[in-house]
DNA sequence: GACCAGGCACATC
DNA sequence: GATGTGCATGGT
């Protein structure tokens, strides 16, 4: 097939290179994906601030911080009380295993990072495979709520489909390229947040002259 | 004021 | 296994 190379084309082509992830240290990135879940990116810049300002921008630091010391800095993120939680957790996994340190982390093989990442309290597929991917160069392909809004409106696959359903279509379909992943992921967002949203506006959708009316 | 945003865990049936 | 709910701020 290439429909999915041919998407990509179109996308890259309509949106540009986007850049993700933005700024940081692959800490900060895998800070940054816990943040992120469920939540505008805007919102968790201003918690990122936040904790650089503070200094906590580290493993240790963020290690030996209370619960309600860390919410109170990641505020602006939503849900902070769950997610100093969350931090806490992957933070005191880094620091068990790796000694804090992400450059050990990377090292470590991806099958079996992945699985030890997602036995973390709050780190679910997306969650993982975004540090897998932005933070440590993981040839792994990210899914979110976009990538299957825009692959189910197109017809390409139910949005009923399981994550590693999505996924699989990707690894089998593109070759293990984790340049392309990080820019295709993020032109998904790209798509999903101007024509492919909640309520569509398919009338400026870039895909329509190759896949047709989106089915809605 | 409703809707939405780069999810996940948990309860219940 | 499927479905529903809590978590929460800030922009549109």
């Known amino acids: 097939m290439d429909k999915l190379e041919s998407i990509y084309k179109i996308l890259y082509k309509a949106f ?5 992830w933005p700024g940081g240290s692959p800490f900060e990135i895998t800070v940054g994906a816990i943040l992120t879940q469920n939540t505008n990116w805007s919102n ?3 918690a990122i601030k936040n904790l650089r300002a503070a200094g906590a921008m580290n493993p240790k630091r963020l290690h030996h ?3 309600h010391k860390l919410a109170a800095l990641i505020r602006p993120a939503g849900y902070f009380n769950i997610k100093a939680k969350r931090l806490k957790a992957f933070v005191h996994f880094l620091m068990e295993h790796f000694d804090g340190n992400t450059t050990l982390m990377k090292n470590e093989d991806t099958d079996m990072l992945r699985e030890k990442l997602l036995s973390i309290h709050g780190i679910g597929p997306e969650t993982a495979d975004s540090m897998l991917l932005y933070a440590l160069g993981k040839p792994i392909f990210v899914i979110d709520a976009y990538t299957k809004r825009v692959l189910s409106r197109h017809n390409i696959m139910s949005h009923d489909k399981t994550y590693k359903d999505f996924q699989e279509l990707f690894h089998a379909a593109m070759g293990r390229d984790r340049k392309r992943y990080n820019e295709y992921h993020a032109l998904f967002v790209a798509v ?4 492919c949203r909640p309520k569509p506006r398919c ?3 870039p895909l329509r002259p190759f896949l047709g009316n989106p089915g809605l």
């Open 16 to 20: 540009g290179p986007q850049h993700w």
């Open 44 to 46: 968790v810049e201003k």
């Open 65 to 67: 911080m209370p619960p």
């Open 192 to 195: 999903g947040k101007t024509c």
């Open 203 to 205: 009338n400026v959708c």
